[in-house]
């Protein structure tokens, strides 16, 4: 019997707090754009890779060893393509550059990476200016990947992202890229 009015109590303060602490919507963007211009237009050129959050530790196990990665994203060489070229700067100093090719949806803006069927991007707006977040997910991983059009965009959205991931998209890790040393130079060759 007590368990039974411990269980209810515990419920309907479950209730209260959710009707109090609601989730931000974080919409997921779509093909009309940003400020009148047709995805992915507004999101081509130069982002950071900032954070990373997902369920567990090892879903972000590839990004332990990088201090910062850069991203230029570009039309692709066809329709529905877009090119990703990245220059990642591990914490021992070393230069690795990266590429992939991202199919575009029709009418969507879920990418699938060119050689990766199992992997899956969807993107969403950030209420970070100039921010943008993605989430991957693929065979045995879920990540949500916070990006900036600066290196170092307010320690605001950095908490914003994290209080996200981690209240509402059931994130147990956090993952912060230190960015403490200069990024690599990108080479077009």
């Known amino acids: 019997m007590f368990d039974q009015i411990w269980a209810t109590l515990l419920y309907l303060y479950s209730i209260l707090l959710n009707s109090i602490y609601q989730c931000p919507e974080y919409s997921q963007l779509t093909t009309q754009g940003v400020d009148g211009k047709e995805f992915p237009e507004p999101h081509l050129g130069w982002w950071y890779f900032i954070a990373g959050a997902a369920p567990t530790k090892e879903e972000l196990a590839t990004f332990d060893l990088v201090d910062n990665i850069v991203f230029n994203m570009a039309a692709g060489s066809a329709p529905m393509q877009l090119q ?8 021992n100093g070393s230069c690795v550059p990266r590429e992939w090719i991202y199919h575009l949806t029709e009418g969507s803006t879920d990418l699938r990476t060119e050689g990766r069927p199992d992997m899956k991007t969807k993107l969403f707006s950030s209420s970070c200016p100039g921010g943008i977040m993605l989430k ?3 065979q045995g991983y879920q990540r949500f990947l916070l990006y900036n059009r600066l290196p170092h965009p307010p320690e605001k959205c950095v908490e914003e992202f994290r209080s996200l991931t981690s209240s509402c998209l059931d994130s147990k890790a956090f993952l912060l890229t230190p960015r403490k040393q200069e990024a690599c130079k990108w080479s077009s060759n």
């Open 136 to 138: 991957e997910t693929g």
């Open 84 to 91: 990703l070229h990245a220059t990642i700067r591990t914490k």
